[in-house]
């Protein structure tokens, strides 16, 4: 069973605060995400990497940046939290090889910033 | 990117079949059809992929006509456990490009 896991389900931050998300995936795929998802928004692409220190801006960006050090760990930075930025916030992971298109979700970090 | 269009929400009673169309009018020739399954609270779930006509799995059906601008998503007799929000890809596969999930169908199995 392919396993992407999230540092934490449950995080508070105050303004201003730099925050770490972290995720690990244990099927040594190439491609890794992080979406957000709000209510009434569905799910919105932050980044994506395709491959070791590569990364992609997705379709929000602004406010994050990304890490991608090694292959099986993609961590979400939030230079300096702000209250738009509490979210749900979910890691995926998926082959590079193929024409599978399947993405494996992680439980998911439910972040508050105050 | 292909831009694809669902209900934004349905209700079903217990053991009817659900199907779920979604529109897709400017697919292009290598995308696949792609429909995830999302409970509260948890991550989106793969359910099922196509190209073109059917494909059937253990959970779901999935419908694609020749001209491949809808697909249809067929639930077989639901239960409560089906209640979730269902989304509708269009992905490429010629490579990593952007997918975007929008914000699905919201499906209420009612007892």
């Known amino acids: 069973d392919v396993k992407v896991t999230q540092s934490s389900r449950y995080l508070v931050k105050r303004t201003g605060e730099k925050v770490f998300l972290e995720c690990v995936q244990d099927m040594d795929h190439e491609n890794m995400f992080w979406y957000r998802q709000d209510p009434g928004l569905g799910l919105r692409l932050i980044y994506f990497?395709?491959?070791?220190?590569?990364?992609e801006k997705g379709d929000i960006p602004e406010g994050y940046s990304v890490s991608r050090e090694k292959k099986e760990r993609f961590s979400l930075i939030l230079e300096s939290a702000s209250t738009n930025q509490t979210s749900m916030y979910l890691c995926?992971?998926?082959?590079?090889?193929?024409?599978?298109?399947?993405?494996?979700f992680g439980p998911g970090t439910r972040l508050t910033v105050l | 990117l292909a831009k694809t269009t669902q209900p934004i929400s349905m209700d079903s009673y217990e053991g009817q079949e659900v199907n779920i169309t979604c529109s897709h009018n400017n697919i292009a020739t290598n995308d696949y059809i792609t429909w995830y399954q999302q409970f509260p609270s948890q991550g989106p779930r793969f359910i099922i992929q196509g190209y073109k006509t059917k494909v059937t799995n253990e959970v779901a059906s999935l419908f694609i006509p020749a001209d491949r601008k809808s697909s249809t998503l067929s639930l077989p007799r639901v239960s409560l456990s089906d209640t979730a929000v269902y989304y509708c890809?269009?992905?490429?596969?010629?490579?990593?490009?952007?997918?975007?999930f929008g914000t699905g169908t919201k499906l209420q199995v009612i007892p």
């Open positions: 990497s395709y491959d070791v220190k590569m990364k």
């Open positions: 995926a992971s998926r082959t590079g090889r193929g024409l599978y298109n399947e993405q494996f």
């Open positions: 890809l269009v992905v490429y596969s010629g490579g990593y490009q952007k997918v975007t």
